[in-house]
């Protein structure tokens, strides 16, 4: 099919768009956060209606995260930033960013307020790392709740709203936090240009790059480490920790996306662990 001269462009926008929401993160946070609510809640509105809100929810974090970034992006020169080469304005990012949050507030709140409410804290304390915390030691304390309160997200699909399993909330929190360091490695040289010194640059700067790779290491296996201590089935889970090693290695080594695939692919098998593994969300 031949393309006009609008289509064309259209098109350009559009793939502009969809790679200024993290699309691999958002993916795969809301993959992951679908089939605990499904696990939790096979029936109703939980697992109809979780991970498009939580997708939704991602995509106005990934599209804040690029429109408020865009500057330091641009002075870095990095090629991988739709705003920062011009193939779309910061306008239409930021546009998409307040329609996609009130569209993932809207449809939580269809599930219920409890759910609304946690959905909303989670966003927002990732909007106020993209806002206030990026550039700062404090950034990765802020990805405490923003990580840590998805079992929450999921439980709240219950009937009473019930909390969510120590073991579930710290293991959600640390993975969060580790694969944020793991997806700051490779940007460290981008980072130093623009002045990043977030908690991941000034670990880095201080005690040198192993030192930074030995903490992916140790919060990227932490959660399997939990669910181990917690599973019922140890030997299942046992192989579920072997399965998270390599590729918690490949999180604290890999270039350009490969760390973040590499987190998303220990989250999967600690999701595996929690459904079959004897595992509790609450």
Same mark, same amino acid.
């Given at each position: 099919?031949?393309?006009?001269?609008?289509?064309?462009?259209? /098109?350009?926008?559009?793939?502009?768009?969809?790679?200024?929401?993290?699309?691999?993160?958002?993916?795969?946070?809301?993959?992951?956060?679908?089939?605990?609510?499904?696990?939790?809640?096979?029936?109703?509105?939980?697992?109809?209606?979780?991970?498009?809100?939580?997708?939704?929810?991602?995509?106005?974090?990934?599209?804040?995260?690029?429109?408020?970034?865009?500057?330091?992006?641009?002075?870095?020169?990095?090629?991988?930033? $739709?705003?920062?080469?011009?193939?779309?304005?910061?306008?239409?990012?930021?546009?998409?960013?307040?329609?996609?949050?009130?569209?993932?507030?809207?449809?939580?709140?269809?599930?219920?307020?409890?759910?609304?409410?946690?959905?909303?804290?989670?966003?927002?304390?990732?909007?106020?790392?993209?806002?206030?915390?990026?550039?700062?030691?404090?950034?990765? @304390?802020?990805?405490? $709740?923003?990580?840590?309160?998805?079992?929450?997200?999921?439980?709240?699909?219950?009937?009473?709203?019930?909390? $969510?399993?120590?073991?579930?909330?710290?293991?959600?929190?640390?993975?969060?936090?580790?694969?944020?360091?793991?997806?700051? /490695?490779?940007?460290?040289?981008?980072?130093?240009?623009?002045?990043?010194?977030?908690?991941?640059?000034?670990?880095?700067?201080?005690?040198?790059?192993?030192?930074?790779?030995?903490?992916?290491?140790? @919060?990227?296996?932490?959660?399997?480490?939990?669910?181990?201590?917690?599973?019922?089935?140890?030997?299942?889970?046992?192989?579920?920790?072997?399965?998270?090693?390599?590729?918690?290695?490949?999180?604290?080594?890999?270039?350009?996306?490969?760390?973040?695939?590499?987190?998303?692919?220990?989250?999967?098998?600690?999701?595996?662990?929690?459904?079959?593994?004897?595992?509790?969300?609450?």
């Amino acid at each position: 099919m031949v393309q006009t001269g609008r289509t064309a462009p259209a /098109l350009i926008r559009a793939r502009a768009l969809i790679m200024a929401g993290h699309p691999i993160a958002v993916t795969g946070i809301s993959a992951l956060t679908g089939a605990l609510a499904a696990q939790a809640a096979p029936h109703g509105f939980g697992p109809v209606l979780t991970a498009p809100a939580m997708l939704a929810g991602q995509l106005s974090v990934g599209w804040s995260n690029d429109a408020s970034g865009a500057p330091r992006d641009a002075a870095a020169g990095r090629t991988d930033k $739709p705003i920062a080469t011009g193939a779309i304005s910061a306008r239409a990012v930021w546009i998409a960013a307040f329609a996609a949050l009130l569209a993932a507030l809207a449809m939580s709140l269809a599930i219920g307020v409890a759910t609304a409410i946690v959905l909303a804290v989670i966003v927002g304390a990732n909007w106020t790392y993209n806002l206030v915390l990026k550039s700062t030691p404090a950034d990765g @304390l802020i990805l405490v $709740p923003a990580f840590g309160l998805i079992p929450a997200y999921a439980a709240s699909t219950l009937p009473g709203h019930p909390a $969510p399993t120590w073991y579930a909330t710290a293991g959600a929190a640390l993975l969060g936090v580790g694969g944020h360091f793991a997806t700051v /490695l490779p940007d460290l040289t981008a980072d130093r240009v623009t002045g990043v010194k977030g908690m991941a640059q000034q670990i880095t700067a201080r005690w040198g790059i192993t030192a930074a790779r030995g903490v992916v290491l140790v @919060l990227v296996l932490s959660p399997s480490v939990l669910l181990l201590l917690a599973s019922s089935r140890p030997w299942f889970a046992l192989g579920g920790l072997a399965a998270a090693i390599p590729l918690a290695v490949i999180a604290t080594r890999g270039r350009g996306k490969v760390p973040l695939w590499a987190v998303i692919g220990v989250g999967a098998v600690d999701t595996v662990i929690f459904a079959v593994g004897g595992c509790s969300l609450t």
